[in-house]
Each structure stands twice: as C-alpha cells, then as structure tokens.
T-cell receptor, first 113, second 112 residues
C-alpha cells in the first residue's frame, strides 16, 4: 500500500511569488490534514478535510492560503503571495477514520527568500 | 487552550538502557493521544495511539501510558537500540476537535 505522497519535497521561491503544494493521501482515506512546522516551533494544525469538504480550517494563517480537495482525492495547498514567514515544512496526513493512527507524508520544505 | 509540553528536550543514553519520555497537557478533555517518531528529513510515523478511555498501549519494546486526570502520558522504551535514535513527538486531540496539538518533541540519541 502506497503511503502519503507529497510534492515537491523542496521549494525555494521569492517573496511575492505563488507556490502550490500537493498531497496524495492513502487510497480510501477520507480524512486529510495539513500541518506546518516553522523553524524552531512545534507542528501546528492548518486544516482538515473529510472527503472534499473542509471540516475545520481554523489553523489557516490568513487568506493568502487556499486549500482544495477536488473529488475527495488529492489535495493542494496554495500560498499566494508568499511571505518570508511562510517558510517551513508543510506536512500532509491522512486517516480512514477518526480513531486511527495518522499517516504522514515526508513534507514539503518551503523556503521563501 | 490546549498546550503540550515534552520533557526532556534532548536525551542521550547508552545502548540497552530503558528510558521514559514524558508528555504533559493542560486540558484533560482529550479524545486521543498519539506518540510519533520522526527521523531527520522524514515524515512522522505514528507509534502508538491511546484513546481517552484507555490507560496504556503496547507495541513491541514500546509502552505508552495515559493519565488524563493528571494531564500526563509517558512513552517507555525498553532495551534501547541505536536505531531508536530519532525525535519523539507527543500529540493530543482535544475532545470535540479533529486536530492534534503537538509538543516540541524529545530528541533521543542512543549510543552504541
């Protein structure tokens, strides 16, 4: 069974540019989460999808961040325009049910210069 | 607001030693607690999940306990090996939410 896949693994962009991160969850996992770790801080929740519906986006920093999950399969997280403080590692995780271990991808290291 | 603290921040032990990693949380109204392992440059791997109604979970050399009333969980690693070297993260899902609050982790190094 394939794990959670994220790409790109690294992205270096300049301030003001747009970046789109992609996450492919494990097949059949309805729950999909985005988390982020900025340097030196703990991992923080961004948002949660159940199938294609956003259940909780309370962790999204501001309206420069847009997440989608069309068709309830893969998800994208777009940052537009990117700012310096957006740099960090963006993780995607999925699970079939709520009471189940979370399966994480390897993350996307985003550097905004 | 739920806060999760892990002590110690870093730990170095000789191979074969039994060790305990600590996690404390401020709000006892939790739904689940998970212990994760992260290797450098990799994603997180869930080691153990404890539901709020459970007191402990075991997997191989790992044992995690949960005491909701005192806001604590411990991860016990028996007979540590160099391959156990990694960062261990505790994460708490508060009741009524689907989001985990993470601690900052304990960086473990097991010396051969």
């Amino acid at each position: 069974e394939a794990g959670v896949t994220q790409f790109p693994s690294h992205s270096v962009i300049e301030k003001g540019q747009t970046v789109t991160l992609r996450c492919d969850p494990i097949s059949g996992h309805d729950n999909l989460y985005w988390y982020r770790r900025v340097m030196g801080k703990e991992i923080k929740f961004l948002l949660h999808f159940v199938k294609e519906s956003k259940q909780d986006e309370s962790g999204m920093p501001n309206n420069r961040f847009l997440a989608e999950r069309t068709g309830g399969t893969y998800s994208t997280l777009k940052v537009q325009p990117a700012e310096l403080e957006d740099s960090g590692v963006y993780f995607c995780a999925s699970s079939r049910w709520r009471v189940e271990k979370l399966f994480f991808g390897s993350g996307t290291q985003l550097s905004v210069l | 607001k739920q806060e999760v603290t892990q002590i110690p921040a870093a730990l170095s032990v000789p191979e074969g030693e039994n060790l305990v990693l600590n996690c404390s949380f401020t709000d006892s109204a939790i739904y689940n607690l998970q212990w994760f392992r992260q290797d450098p440059g990799k994603g997180l791997t869930s080691l153990l999940l404890i539901q709020s109604s459970q007191r402990e979970q075991t997997s191989g050399r790992l044992n995690a306990s949960l005491d909701k009333s005192s806001g604590r969980s411990t991860l016990y690693i028996a007979a540590s090996q160099p391959g156990d070297s990694a960062t261990y993260l505790c994460a708490v899902e508060s009741s009524g939410t689907y989001k985990y609050i993470f601690g900052t982790g304990t960086r473990l190094k097991v010396l051969a």
